[in-house]
């Protein structure tokens, strides 16, 4: 009789001839063998350890017996070398077994035919920044998506099935399935059942791993190497955000990024609807064509003060408020006023109303007729004036800013912008952005603000810390860590929100600093380039063709004044 033991493994071989020697098997061992040719085995023999089930079946029949060297192992162990220790540990033991064969059936080559036009599905891994799953889908788009994500990112998923169903043309079908994180070995396990029955539908998987905590991409990448390994078509997808290019990393390949992400892509990307702009009305775009008027009013801060005055006690008189209490600069005369005529009793205002500000205001097309003085006459004290329309009272408030910075993101040529942004459905500043512009796959958002921020608001809070606040919200969640937030003054804040807008990461540019001969213009047009020409450090082979956004509601309201219909 000859004892044989079969493994493939140097440390259980020494095993082993260890507990032969020690007396500690069935039987002592004659020979230790890597792999075993049933020819040799002889009626009375025995064999241990590991062995397929065919050879098995033909020791067997030789008339001799096979005890298998059956382990508890854990998956992440498996097909690895095992000390001596660890087989003790893993409840080591010889098993007898009977193995006969019933019957075979012939495999047929390949894999099993595909439902017609199944083409390819991609698969991400969904988490908290869910741009690199957009960017690397626009650059291979499937027919189908399939997301993997937890319950805790069930919102993140939700806004990425929008960004995704969003898409002009070809929108893909989303499918979304939930998975549980508890260990790697679960979620390989998962994934690889996942991805066996979409390789059966589909005649190529692309696998998007960027997503996701590290191990569940280790784990679907492994998932998806297995795969390719078998011989199914799969790409594994890594978007490289910093070095803008795309790995395919079961094929070395490196694809160059192109710009993809837009202004309806990042609102989006907040789990809003992209409710329309100021920028796509004709009102607005004529505010953009006065930069003569709104650079002087940025290097005259106390007309510009006197002007926002001005218009603030015009919106009241149009709103049917009483002015009361107040400073009134304006004689009421609720009937003039909504055909646009006013008459100015402010001293400051009218001041500047008679001289060079008059003629600025109609040459830019804010009046639409020259201020008339009637000094100290029997009309009384004040100087009339007419608006070109309702909308100068928006304009004159704040707008004139607002038009300004949104000419000069154009002037640049971003990939995408907005001014006036609308997010989602319902109204409020937490649903309002002065500008939003893309650029090589990252979003900007500009907060602009033409009076004093140093002011306290009703709480005791200052202006400039509501404002960075409402910023730092917003702009997170535009497109996480792709974005950059600016708060655009035009005049310097203080010390103490400085250091606050320092700490959320938002970059403040003062138009006019205090006490500065600095030329806050020029330095925020410059800033405003060199952002935009970071973003683009590749060329792109092919310009990103935006979608544009319809009118907001606030525009609506603004056309509604450049009619003549005062609406509050």
């Not at 061992?29 to 062995?51: F, K, R, Y």
């Not at 990252?442 to 602009?448: G, N, W």
Request: charged share 25%; net charge neutral; hydrophobic share 40%.
């Amino acid at each position: 009789m000859t004892v044989y033991f079969i493994t493939r493994h140097p440390m259980t071989e020494r095993w082993v001839r260890f507990a032969s020697r020690r007396g500690k098997l069935p039987w002592p061992v004659d020979a230790v063998l890597e792999h075993l040719d049933p020819v040799i085995v002889q009626p009375g023999d025995v064999v241990m350890g590991t062995l397929p089930l065919k050879v098995i079946d033909a020791v067997l029949q030789r008339g001799a017996q096979f005890w298998a060297l059956d382990l508890d192992v854990p998956p992440a162990l498996r097909g690895k070398e095992l000390s001596a220790t660890q087989l003790a540990a893993f409840k080591a033991r010889l098993t007898q077994y009977e193995v006969k064969s019933i019957d075979s059936a012939a495999v047929k080559p390949g894999r099993a035919a595909r439902a017609q036009g199944s083409g390819a599905v991609t698969v991400m891994l969904v988490s908290g920044e869910i741009m690199p799953n957009y960017i690397g889908y626009r650059h291979d788009p499937t027919a189908q998506v399939y997301l993997l994500f937890t319950s805790n990112m069930n919102d993140r998923k939700r806004a990425l099935t929008k960004m995704l169903e969003a898409l002009p043309a070809d929108a893909p079908q989303v499918v979304a399935r939930k998975f549980e994180d508890d260990s790697y070995s679960a979620m390989e396990q998962a994934f690889a059942v996942i991805l066996g029955k979409l390789a059966d539908q589909h005649e190529r998987l692309v696998l998007n791993i960027t997503g996701g905590t590290k191990l569940m991409a280790m784990a679907l990448t492994r998932a998806g190497q297995r795969l390719a390994a078998s011989g199914v078509p799969t790409n594994i997808c890594y978007v490289d955000t910093g070095k803008k290019c795309i790995v395919d990393l079961a094929s070395d390949k490196v694809q160059t990024m192109m710009p993809v992400i837009d202004v309806q892509a990042a609102i989006f990307a907040t789990g809003k609807q992209a409710a329309g702009c100021m920028s796509a009305t004709p009102v607005f775009r004529e505010w953009m064509r006065r930069d003569a008027l709104a650079e002087a009013l940025l290097k005259d801060q106390d007309t510009a003060a006197g002007m926002h005055a001005l218009a603030a006690h015009m919106r009241s008189v149009l709103d049917g408020k009483q002015t009361s209490g107040k400073k009134n600069l304006l004689r009421i005369d609720h009937e003039s006023a909504r055909d646009g005529c006013f008459t100015v009793i402010g001293e400051h205002q009218r001041s500047l109303l008679r001289g060079a500000w008059g003629k600025r205001l109609l040459d830019a097309g804010v009046l639409a007729a020259a201020p008339v003085d009637h000094g100290n006459g029997v009309h009384g004290n004040g100087v009339d004036i007419q608006l070109a329309s309702l909308a100068e009272v928006d304009y004159l408030s704040g707008s004139w800013l607002e038009a300004w910075v949104a000419a000069q993101v154009e002037a640049v040529r971003p990939d995408d912008w907005a001014a006036g942004v609308q997010l989602g459905s319902g109204s409020g500043r937490n649903n309002e952005l002065d500008v939003l512009l893309a650029s090589g796959n990252r979003t900007l958002a500009i907060e602009v603000k033409a009076g004093d921020l140093s002011r306290s608001s009703n709480d005791g809070v200052s202006k400039a810390s509501d404002t960075l606040y409402k910023l730092d919200s917003i702009g997170h969640d535009l497109a996480r860590y792709f974005a950059n937030n600016w708060l655009v003054t035009a005049r310097d804040i203080d010390k103490v929100d400085s250091e606050r807008a320092n700490d959320k990461r938002i970059t403040v540019l003062a138009l006019r600093k205090n006490g500065d001969k600095c030329d806050g213009i020029k330095d925020f047009r410059d800033a405003l380039r060199k952002w935009v020409d970071s973003g683009r450090e590749v060329p792109a082979a092919s310009p990103l063709l935006p979608r544009p956004l319809c009118a907001s509601t606030d525009a609506e309201r603004l056309g509604k004044h450049a009619q003549g219909v005062w609406q509050r």
